[in-house]
Every structure is written in structure tokens, then in C-alpha cells.
């Protein structure tokens, strides 16, 4: 049988390997889908996953990846000499910035989050990449000099929204785009919570329907050979589990390993207000916002 591959996204379905999955349930019975979507509701309702979604610090990207930011904008020998590493201090850094501060959250609530030194924030991106294919000084590499630190803010995604972080922008030499590191202590973010075993995404994202609080658009996955019957959802008073009814029509031949995508609507029993999507295949909330990958 041919493997699923991944394209963008996760390949939602492929031949008949998912039905043999224990993590999803796909051509699954509308009494097999409750039964799968009453065990993703237990092992997630009051879990350390969900308080930390709801009411802690998960962020949905990563905080500092590697190399600079806004890539595209940038010449072409920032990027090298950055991967790299060829960083040079040529000032002093502040060294009396706050060891805490304040991060306000959508609903208004505010934590307090610890930060990062300047220096600290330095060290860790003026470290060269773990592989290197083109070493310092070949084909334009020169060095990246630090003249400059001040404490700002960025925008950053996270499970309850975009907030506004602390970060350390640095002015280099030359370069007119700033360094910008984030300079939220690691240890105050949450990581993302992993989908349950054997698992694979069935809905990718989700939006309100505009003006129906009780219809949500879906974006989900296919393959080429499978049958689509419609999207299935199981509510609680504080969740939705969703999956995509699908079912695999090969009938034993051989079916291109790609991605389809299509949009569905799902209509709920009542509005869907303050309460999380899951997907049944993972486990995990699905996003709103059907263009954000």
C-alpha cells in the first residue's frame, strides 16, 4: 500500500490506513464516531492540557527559530553571516532591564511573565547554525555588529489569542531591519500538547459562519480515492468534538499519494460561544481561522 505523505499537512487519509488507526474514525459508524468523541472529550475536559490552554501561556509559534526575521526583506548576506554566526558586540548591553513584566491576554487579564537579560538574549542568537554549508567568509559572509539594545514588544500568537510579548530589538550595523529577539523567559510558556497517539488530523481549522454563532465553517483533508459524507459533531457544555466522515473507495487499487482540501459546514445544537473545537483524529483544539496556514 502506498504511505501517506506529507505535503503542507498532514495527509488526512490514504487507502485504507486509517481505518486500521486507532486514532481516528474514519468510515466509522455515527454510534462509533460518539463513542470516539465521548473518550477525546474525557482525556482532554479538566486535563493540564486544557487549563493550559485556557488560562496559561502556550504559544502557537515558536519563540525565537532561527536566523532573522522577515527573511525576505533582508540582504541575502545578513541571512548567511547569520546562520553562521558571525556576530560582534560592538556596544554595551543593557544591563539594569526589568526581571519581570507584564503580559495583557485578549480578555483583559494580565500575568506577570519573567524576562530574559539583553546579554542572555544575545548569547543565544549569535550562536552559529548546528549545520553550516557555507562557512565565513565565502561568497559575501561579513560580520554583524551589534551597536544597540532597547526593550520593545511584538505580537504572538498564542492559544488565547495574540498578545503583545516583551522582546529585545537590536540594531546591527548596516542593516536596516532590526535583530528582534523575544525576551519572554522559556520557562514561563507551556508547550503544545501532543495529539494522542497514533493519531492524524482530520479538520485543519475552523471560522463562525458570519452571523450564525452556531455554524462553523471547516477546512479538512482527503485523499484522492475516499468518499466524503459529511462532517459529525459531539458537544458538551464545554467542548465540540468534530470529525470528517470518510471513507476509502480504492477498492484495491493504487490511489495518488496527495493532499485534498475542501470546506464544510457543521451546524451545532447551540451557539458555540466560549467552548473549545477538538478533532477527533488527534486530540488536539483545532484553530480558528481558516487562512492561517
Known sequence: MIACLSLVLLLSSCGGDH???????????????????REVAARWQGSADDHAWRNGFVALEVLNPQGWNHVSQIPAWVNRSSHNGAWRLAAKLPANSPHRADVR????????????????????????????????????????????????????????????????????????????HVAVDPSAVTARPERIQGGF????????????????????????CD?????????????VVIDMDEEDSSSGKLCP?????????????????????LDSGTGLPVLQGLNRR
Do not use: N
Open 105 to 180: 491576554w485578549p480578555d483583559g487579564e494580565v500575568s506577570q511573565v519573567p524576562l530574559i537579560s539583553a546579554a542572555s538574549a544575545y548569547e543565544e542568537f549569535s550562536k552559529p547554525a548546528d549545520l553550516i554549508e557555507e562557512e565565513c567568509p565565502a561568497k559575501g559572509c561579513r560580520p554583524l555588529r551589534v551597536t544597540g539594545a532597547r526593550l520593545g514588544k511584538v505580537p504572538l500568537e498564542t492559544s488565547r489569542g495574540t498578545i503583545q510579548v516583551p522582546a529585545w530589538v537590536f540594531t546591527v550595523e548596516g542593516v536596516e531591519q532590526k535583530k528582534v
Open 257 to 277: 499519494a496527495i493532499l485534498k482540501t475542501a470546506t464544510a459546514t457543521v451546524t451545532l445544537t447551540r451557539p458555540l460561544g466560549d467552548r473549545l473545537v
Open 19 to 37: 481505518e486500521a488507526s486507532p486514532g481516528g474514525s474514519h468510515g466509522a459508524s455515527r454510534d462509533e464516531f460518539e463513542t470516539r468523541a
Open 227 to 239: 468518499t466524503v459524507h459529511g462532517p459529525r459533531a459531539y458537544e458538551t457544555d464545554q467542548l
Open 201 to 224: 488530523e482530520e479538520v485543519m481549522a475552523f471560522d463562525l459562519v458570519a452571523g450564525k454563532p452556531d455554524e462553523l465553517l471547516i477546512r479538512y483533508g482527503f485523499g484522492a
